[in-house]
C-alpha cells in the first residue's frame, strides 16, 4: 500500500478515493464479508500504486467478464467529493495518518480513506465502545450514562453508534472528554435525523467518521458494516442492554473476532432487555458492574504495541493464461467453495487463482462469503 | 471408623451418639473449622470404635490438661435423646447408611450422625441448593421458584435452609417433588418460628436434617456451620439474590471449598440485592438465567463415582511421653502456628504432635483456626 505512517500527497489522496469509489471496489456487500477494502489492497499491492490500478482496471474488469460496463470514478467525480467534504468539515484519511484511530487501522478491512469529521486528536486516543438497545429501560439509559462518564474521567474516549436509546446516553455522558459517532451513512446523511443536535455536540469536543461517501443514506445492511468500525477502533466493547438476536449483539460478535474485549453488563432473567447481555456473558464476555472492571481488564492491554496489518498478500501474477482462466470459473458454481479448495482442484499457481478472483471481483461476477468461501452466482 | 456403607447396631449408635455429645467431641465452634466430626473421626478411628474412645476419653482429656472437668455424654441423656427422637419422627443416621445424603458423607467434617426427619429416599437422590436474600425482591421471589419447580420436575431434590425469603420461595415451588430443609438448630427448634406450617408441608414428601441435638435453639455462628450441609450435600449451589457480604456468599464459598458448582442468577448493577451475585460471576460462577443451565452443568458431574472420605489419618501413638508433650505445649501459644511447622519444630513424629493436639483439643485447650494454624490461648 503507498502509505503507512506517513501522510498521502493530494495527487495520491485523490487516487485511492478514485479507487475506492470505483464499482466493486469501494464499500459495498454484506456484513463480514466487506470485499471494499481487501480488493482495494489487493489492487494497490499488486499494482504498487492506486494510479496503475486505475488505470488497469477496465482491463482487468474486461478479463473478469462483467456483464455491463463496470463504473470507475473519474477525477471530476472524486474532486467534487473532496470539495464538498472540505465545505463540511469532512477530512478523507489514510490508516497511518493522523486523525485515524490507531486501532482500527490493524483490521484487515479498515476502510482506506475514512471520512473523519470533528476534532482529530480525540480519534487518536484509546477508545471504549459502548452499545445497547434503542428500545432500553430507564436504568440501562442510566447505567450506560454513568459507565461513559466514569471511562471518560479516567481518560477513555467513548465510541458508539448516535443511536437512540444506550448509544444516545452514552455519547451524552461523555461530551466533555470527547466521544466518537460511528456513522453508518455518509457524513450529510444522520441517522436519526433527530441526533443532528447531539452531533453537533459531540463534535464540539469529539469526532464523527463514516467509510461511506457523502449522500449515502444508510441502509439496514449498513449498520453491521458499521459497527465493525465501532469495535475496531475501541479497545473493548460494553453491551449495557440488549435483547436476544440485536444489532449489539452482532457488535459484540465482531469485537471477539477482532481480538477486541467484549463487556457485559448483566440483568435479571426476568428481563428481555438482559437477555443478549447474560447470554454473552455465558459465552464469555466479562461481567462489569462499574467502571473500573473495565479499566482493570484493558490497561494491560493498552501497553501492548500495536501491529498495523501485514501486507501478507502474495503478489498477482501479470494475467493468467485464458486456459487457466477457464479453468477456474468451470469450478465455481453456485455452491460456495473453499479458496483452498478451488486452488488445490485448479492446477494452477495460488496467485494465479487469486488474480482470476480478483478480476471476476471487479467484474461483480464473483461472490464471497465468510470464512473464505466463494461463489459465481 | 466403625461403620461405613453399613448399618450400626442400636448399641453402636448409641455410643456414637454420647462421643459426639461428649465436651470438645460433638458440634460446637466456629465456622469453617469444625472440630468436632474430625475429632470424633480421630478418636475412633484410633480406639476402633465408640466404645473404646469414651472409656478413654478421661484420660486423654487429664493429659491434655483440662482446667475443669470435661462432660462425657452419659448413657442415660443418650437414651433420652434417642427417645425424644423418635417421638419427634427424627431419627440419627450415620454416613453410608440409608437417608445420609451420598455426597454429604464425602466430606472431610460430614456429621458423624445427621438427625433426620421425613422422607429418607428423598435425602438419596440429586439435590441442588437454592438460597439467597431473606430481604429478597418480588423479582427475585418469582425467579427462585421458577428455578425450584423446574429443577425438581427435571429429578433434582432442591435443598434450602428454611429462611424467609428466597428459601421459602425455593421450598413452597418443589414441595411436590421433594424438598429438604436444613437446620441450624435442633428439630425442635424451627428457625423462624413462623415456618412451622411450611416445615410440616415440606415433610409430607420431603425431610428435613440436623446435626444439632434436640432443644438447641440456633445461634448466629450455627448457620454458617449449617450452610456448609446445604452445599455439602448438593451438586451445587444456586444463589438467586445476595447483597454483599450476606450469608448467602458464605454457603457459595463452602460449596467451592466442596468442590460443589457454585451458580449465580445475574441483576442490574443499581440493583444491590445483585451485587452479591455478580461478584460470585465475577470471581467464577457460573451465571445462570434458567434451569437448564443447572441441569446443563451437573449432568456430567452425578455420572461421577463419588468416594467416601479416605481414613488417611495416621494411627495416634499410645500415649506421647511426657517430655515430648511438654516440648510440644511449649511451642504453641497464642500466635496460630501452621501444624506443619509445629510438626518440624517438635523433634516428634506426626503421630506425636497430633496425639498431643489431640488431648488439648478434648482438654478444651486448643484452638484450630483454618488452613490447618492452632493456638493455645
Keep these: ?156 474516549v467513548i465510541a458508539s453508534g448516535l443511536a437512540r436509546g444506550i448509544d444516545q446516553a452514552a455519547h451524552r455522558a461523555s461530551i466533555d472528554g470527547g466521544t466518537v459517532a460511528m456513522l453508518a451513512g455518509g457524513h450529510d446523511k444522520i441517522y436519526p435525523p433527530e441526533h443532528e443536535d447531539l452531533l453537533a455536540a459531540i463534535l464540539a469536543s469529539g469526532a464523527a467518521i463514516s467509510e461511506m461517501q457523502l449522500g449515502h443514506a444508510p441502509r439496514a445492511r449498513d449498520f453491521p458494516r458499521r459497527n465493525r468500525l465501532i469495535s475496531g477502533a475501541s479497545l473493548g466493547v460494553i453491551v449495557v442492554e440488549a435483547a436476544l438476536r440485536s444489532g449489539s449483539l452482532i457488535t459484540a460478535r465482531l469485537a471477539a473476532e477482532q481480538g477486541r474485549e467484549v463487556f457485559a453488563v448483566p440483568g435479571s432473567p426476568l428481563d428481555p432487555r438482559a437477555a443478549g447481555t447474560n447470554d454473552l456473558i455465558k459465552q464469555g464476555a466479562t461481567l462489569i458492574t462499574e467502571a473500573s472492571d473495565v479499566v482493570q481488564a484493558v490497561e494491560p492491554i493498552m501497553g501492548r504495541p500495536m501491529t498495523l496489518r501485514e501486507e501478507d498478500d502474495e503478489p498477482l501474477v501479470g494475467e493468467p493464461a485464458a486456459s487457466d482462466r477457464e479453468r477456474i470459473i468451470g469450478l465455481l458454481g453456485p455452491t460456495p467453495i473453499l479458496l483452498d479448495d478451488l486452488i488445490r482442484m485448479a492446477d494452477a499457481s495460488p496467485a494465479v487463482v487469486r488474480t482470476v478472483l480478483l478480476e471476476l471481483e471487479l467484474a461483480g461476477r464473483l461472490e464471497r462469503h465468510g470464512g473464505g468461501l466463494v461463489s459465481l452466482p
Design 1 to 156: 500500500m503507498d502509505a503507512i505512517n506517513t501522510t498521502l500527497t493530494d495527487a495520491q489522496r485523490m487516487d485511492w478515493l478514485r479507487l475506492i469509489r470505483s464499482d466493486n471496489v469501494g464499500p459495498r456487500g454484506v456484513c463480514a464479508i466487506i470485499p471494499g477494502p481487501r480488493t482495494f489492497r489487493s489492487l494497490v499491492n499488486h499494482f504498487g500504486s492506486a494510479r496503475t490500478a486505475l488505470e488497469r482496471l477496465p482491463d482487468l474488469v474486461r478479463r473478469g467478464g462483467a456483464s455491463r460496463p463496470q463504473r470507475i470514478c473519474s477525477e471530476e467525480d472524486a474532486r467534487a467529493e473532496l470539495e464538498k467534504s472540505e465545505r463540511l468539515g469532512v477530512r478523507l484519511i489514510a490508516p497511518g495518518e493522523d486523525g485515524y484511530p490507531p486501532r482500527l487501522a490493524t483490521l484487515d478491512d479498515a476502510p482506506p480513506l475514512l471520512a473523519v469529521r470533528g476534532i482529530r486528536d480525540v480519534l487518536m486516543r484509546p477508545m471504549i465502545a459502548i452499545v445497547g438497545s434503542r428500545n432500553a429501560s430507564g436504568a440501562g439509559l442510566k447505567f450506560a450514562g454513568v459507565l461513559a462518564r466514569d471511562l471518560s474521567e479516567a481518560g477513555f
